[in-house]
């Protein structure tokens, strides 16, 4: 694997540990890094997968403008609930995939 795809993983499980990059928009891009890359039978990247499909109703924030004020208020609430819920977890897959691929 190249280096650059292990500083990746990490630097993305960093970020979501100390909270600098969104919580689903930071799983979305390491389940993309695992497709792109061929780790599918990585099983430590499973927790990302959940979030993603969980998650996959809820709008890109670059799409975020197409909809209305009231859902958009609705969906964060939601958001929000379900990333308290799912950090822990997805804090203990960061770090397991952070010595992984150090």
Do not use: H, W
């Not at 990585?42 to 909809?67: A, H, Q």
């Amino acid at each position: 694997m190249e280096e650059s795809v292990r500083k990746e993983i990490i630097d993305t499980c960093s970020q979501l540990m100390v909270e600098s990059i969104d919580f689903i928009e930071g799983c979305r891009k390491l389940v993309s890094l695992r497709n792109q890359y061929g780790l599918e039978e990585d099983l430590n990247f499973s927790p990302f997968v959940g979030v993603v499909s969980e998650t996959d109703d809820y709008p890109d924030k670059s799409v975020r403008e197409n909809f209305s004020k009231d859902y958009l208020e609705r969906i964060d609430r939601e958001i929000m609930n379900y990333v308290l819920d799912a950090r822990p977890s997805i804090v203990e897959a960061c770090s397991i995939l952070i010595k992984k691929y150090r």
